[in-house]
């Protein structure tokens, strides 16, 4: 048996590396149901294996066809545009893999809270979109159910984005609103979930330190879970959406919609 060498290996190599990057393309958007575009990178993959697998007859067979493989094979440009746009399509798909739920509750917060075997405030009101003026346009509102020598408040947000090749929330950020000591049952908390400027032109979470990097844009559709944190890290949550809106009509800036907004009782 006479192996292959020369032009001949070139042209295998050529055409079983165009299978399989192909191959590899077309399941890795099969998992995102890319299915037209899945289908044309299959027909390739086999077009590519059976023409690698059976090149030396199909040279005998077809001259005209042998000159024109060999001539893409032994171009280098060819090599790179080729496996560049296959490797382009393969990056692409992953990117939504990147993209993952934040570490918050899950989807019904409400199931997650009727496990919760800790619960240091009650009452609790996410006031917002009541007047425009004001650079407090999303504040926390709520009761010490608990005498507690220590109580955090965090706040970890996240926003759905989609874009051309993946849809999905983005990976969350947290922002410290509050670390009270020495709270009394019953001693009311009131405390700004959001901040902005008087005109109301820039809105962000937290307080007025926190507008680097933690801005509300219009455009996004935000959820967020308040977590209420003990000195010996027993944890409360509570979640909420966000999406903020005009400074000219009510809902001014911001409106939320809370738990029992998204899943009643």
């Not at 890319?34 to 001259?63: A, Y």
Request: hydrophobic content about 45%; some cysteine.
């Amino acid at each position: 048996m006479v192996l292959p060498s020369g032009d001949d290996l070139t042209i295998i190599l050529f055409l079983v590396g165009l299978a399989g990057t192909s191959v590899a393309t077309g399941l890795s958007l099969l998992e995102r149901k890319r299915k037209l575009v899945t289908r044309i990178l299959f027909i390739l993959t086999v077009l590519f294996g059976v023409l690698g697998g059976g090149w030396p007859w199909f040279r005998e067979l077809s001259p005209k066809l042998t000159e024109v493989v060999t001539g893409l094979a032994s171009n280098p440009v060819t090599w790179f545009v080729t496996i560049m746009v296959l490797a382009t399509l393969l990056l692409s798909s992953r990117m939504g893999d990147k993209v993952h739920s934040p570490q918050l509750p899950s989807v019904s917060p409400v199931a997650d809270r009727q496990h919760e075997s800790v619960e240091f405030v009650q009452g609790i009101i996410i006031a917002a979109g009541m007047t425009p003026q004001t650079t407090s346009p999303v504040l926390l509102i709520a009761d010490a159910k608990v005498s507690i020598a220590r109580l955090r408040i965090l706040l970890e947000y996240t926003y759905y984005s989609r874009s051309l090749n993946w849809a999905g929330w983005i990976k969350s950020r947290q922002v410290s609103l509050a670390d009270l000591r020495d709270v009394v049952k019953g001693q009311s908390i009131k405390i700004p979930v959001a901040t902005c400027k008087p005109d109301g032109s820039d809105v962000w979470w937290g307080g007025e330190n926190d507008s680097a990097g933690n801005q509300i844009q219009k455009s996004r559709k935000y959820r967020a879970v308040l977590r209420f944190i003990d000195s010996s890290n027993q944890e409360q949550t509570y979640s909420f959406l966000l999406l903020r809106t005009s400074i000219h009509e009510a809902p001014y800036i911001a409106e939320v919609f809370t738990e029992k907004d998204l899943f009643p009782a």
